[in-house]
Nanobody
Framework: QVQLVESGGGLVQAGGSMGLSCAAS????????MAWHRQAPGKQRELVAS???????NYAESVKGRFTISGNNAKNTVYLQMNSLKPEDTAVYYC??????????????????WGQGTQVTVSS
């Protein structure tokens, strides 16, 4: 049973910084990609940043230049460093991990795992 456990989060003033960590357990295989998503009250969950097993990163336009995602493939962990935080960054942040498995018949099965979420609140 794969579990993702997030740490970090809390309350920070606008302009401040905060780091989030996510550690996966229960898997002997490396994930193909890990990511952070967030969901603000009354809004849909959105992708914040992602990183693949080859360290290719992708960011939402709203966080480019402010957030940095990094990962440790060997430990199946992912981090999100958030700088210059804004009140609109307030949301529950979720860790996500994706593993693609090749079945015996050659078809692919995608396993999608989620953490429980951690609250990030940015005060103005």
């Amino acid at each position: 049973q794969v579990q993702l456990v997030e740490s970090g989060g809390g309350l920070v003033q606008a302009g401040g910084s905060m780091g989030l960590s996510c550690a996966a357990s229960g898997s002997n295989s490396r994930f193909n990609a890990m990511a952070w998503h967030r969901q603000a009250p009354g809004k849909q969950r959105e992708l914040v940043a992602s990183i693949t097993s080859t360290d290719t990163t992708n960011y939402a336009e709203s966080v480019k230049g402010r957030f940095t995602i990094s990962g440790n493939n060997a430990k199946n962990t992912v981090y999100l460093q958030m700088n210059s935080l804004k009140p609109e960054d307030t949301a529950v942040y979720y860790c996500n991990a994706v593993m693609v498995v090749v079945n015996d018949d050659g078809t692919l099965r995608v396993h999608d795992y989620w953490g429980q979420g951690t609250q990030v609140t940015v005060s103005s």
